[in-house]
């Protein structure tokens, strides 16, 4: 995802600085970004100069003192809580204090994330799809303390992307997850009570209600420990019972099929 965002902030002109706390990491993300652009420059998305221009605009670092320049952050760590405090205390501190913090957040309380920082009224949600450079939607998601002027910049600052911001208010799950993860996680009962095969419930999905993926081939491209940490939030700001993950997404988080960033999930990948 901070890669799919970064992408989008260069094409639409922004200078974006990338920040990971791995090398590796980072060097992945950027080859990433290549490979994606240099599939729009063959398909007529862009030209080559547009694209030379979008990489030049990317830099990357290590360290998150960089956002002392930075006018608009995103962040976009795993969906821990505890990580997206620890980062977002560290926003408060670095960058400057006029600046807005967004997260990508795909379940966690924006109310409880801008509660660790000096400035909850220009913290916001910005909860984009994946894949980021494809997908229109980006979720607006205002916190109990969110300023209207940080609302309204995030929905100015979505619209430069080309994307389509819709307003929200602050709950487990927002509206994209509380609805797509009971479905995903209905579609793994199906699989584990041997109703049907992983591709069979897809096929079903695509062909009788029109969806361009199924609900476990996105599952994998979510990845499938993200689903179980979205539903288990939804669990405990909402109804244990009701968004109790499936025994067989749990085993398999637990055995490292993860979807398609493992290799393996309910379906393989090579690449």
Known sequence: MGNGIAHVFAQAG?????????????????????????RQVTKGGLTADQRRGLLSRITTSQSLDVVKDCEVVVEATTENPKIKFEVFRALSRLSPPSAMLASNTSSISISEIAGHTD???????????????????????????????TAQKCAEVVKGLGKVPVEVNDSPGFVSNRVLMPMINEAIFCVQD??????????????????PLGPLALADLIGLDV???????LQDGLDKQK??????????VAAGQLGRKSGQGFYAYRD
């Open 14 to 38: 922004w200078d974006t600085v990338l920040i990971d706390v791995s090398a590796d990491a980072l060097g992945r993300g950027v080859a990433t970004i290549e490979k994606n652009t240099d």
């Open 194 to 211: 041997g109703i049907a095969t992983a591709d069979s419930v897809d096929q079903v999905m695509k062909l009788g209600m029109s969806h």
């Open 243 to 252: 968004y109790r993950p499936a025994p067989l997404l749990e085993k398999m």
């Open 119 to 149: 400035r909850p009224g220009q913290v916001v949600g910005m909860h984009f799809m994946n894949p980021v450079p494809v997908m229109k939607l980006v979720e607006v998601i205002r916190g109990k303390e969110t300023a209207d002027e």
């Open 227 to 233: 689903c179980l940490s979205i539903l288990k939030v």
